[in-house]
């Protein structure tokens, strides 16, 4: 997929990749993006593949002056899915925003390498990832944030969260900061935990079920992330499906 988007225009993508049957499937798709300066682009990706399906993606941004980027990628299950998104700032005062949540039960895997390239001045990235793995279920995060000399006033912050309900799921994350300017503002973090039973105990004792009380705080984690989705029709769709991997087991 190739997007030529020119100056000032204002763009909606929407990608969805589901497995409709129970065939194992391989998918390979790259997304290439020239924004021109002072547009707006918004575009989210959805993910649900059986579990022996590999998906494998690309996401190749180029950002030009004065343009906004906003991109939300969602993942559900599925057997090893790749994300790998590498965003360049060609222009000053360009601004991004990459996001995603990710519920990976079963023996999924999912794995997200992201580079955020600041070449530009006074640029500035956001990103805020939420992963939530049962069963056997893998996570790897490898997040990247790049200040090139000579792009000054870079505001770069980088979150990646998971909430583990298995003793069994696995989560590996490594954010890195690399920047070779002196006048920045750049921070990135990662937690990862399970279910805090203190508030598990609070919804119980006020007649809530285990089950019903996990799911709400699930909801909770992931919806931080979700909302984010500026879109409504596609946000409301996206926390549907989200509420149904929870509800199912």
């Known amino acids: 997929l190739y997007f030529e988007i020119g ?33 707006r682009v918004r575009h989210v990706k959805f993910t649900q593949d059986h579990a022996d399906s590999v998906h494998l993606s690309n996401v190749i ?26 965003i360049r700032y060609d222009g000053d005062d360009a601004k991004a925003d990459i996001s995603g949540a990710a519920l990976l039960n079963g023996k999924s895997h999912a ?11 006074g640029c500035e990235s956001r990103e805020l990832f939420k992963t939530v793995l049962n069963g056997e279920g893998r996570a790897v995060f490898q997040g990247k944030v790049i200040v090139q000399p000579g792009a000054q006033k870079t505001d770069g912050s980088m979150m990646s969260k998971a909430l583990l309900l298995s003793d069994d799921a696995e989560f590996d994350s490594k954010p ?8 920045v503002l750049c921070g990135h973090g990662a937690t990862t935990g399970q279910i805090d ?15 019903e009380a996990r799911a709400l705080l699930i909801q909770a984690f992931v919806g931080e992330a979700l909302e984010l989705i500026e879109n409504d029709v596609v946000r409301d769709f996206l926390i549907e499906r989200t509420v149904a991997w929870y509800e199912k087991d």
Request: hydrophobic fraction near 40%.
């Open 7 to 39: 100056s000032a225009a204002k763009v909606e993508i929407i990608e969805s990749h589901l497995s409709l049957n129970d065939q194992a499937t391989q998918t390979n798709v790259v997304a290439e993006l020239n924004v021109g300066d002072w547009a």
């Open 176 to 183: 890195e900061l690399e920047i070779y300017a002196d006048d």
């Open 197 to 211: 039973d203190e508030l598990l105990f609070y919804l119980k004792a006020r007649g809530i079920s285990d089950k």
């Open 111 to 121: 794995d997200l390498t992201l580079v955020m390239d600041h070449a530009a001045l």
């Open 61 to 86: 941004g180029r950002l030009g002056k004065e343009t906004d980027y906003g991109l939300f990628q969602v993942t559900l299950d599925g057997g090893i899915t790749r994300n790998q998104v590498e």
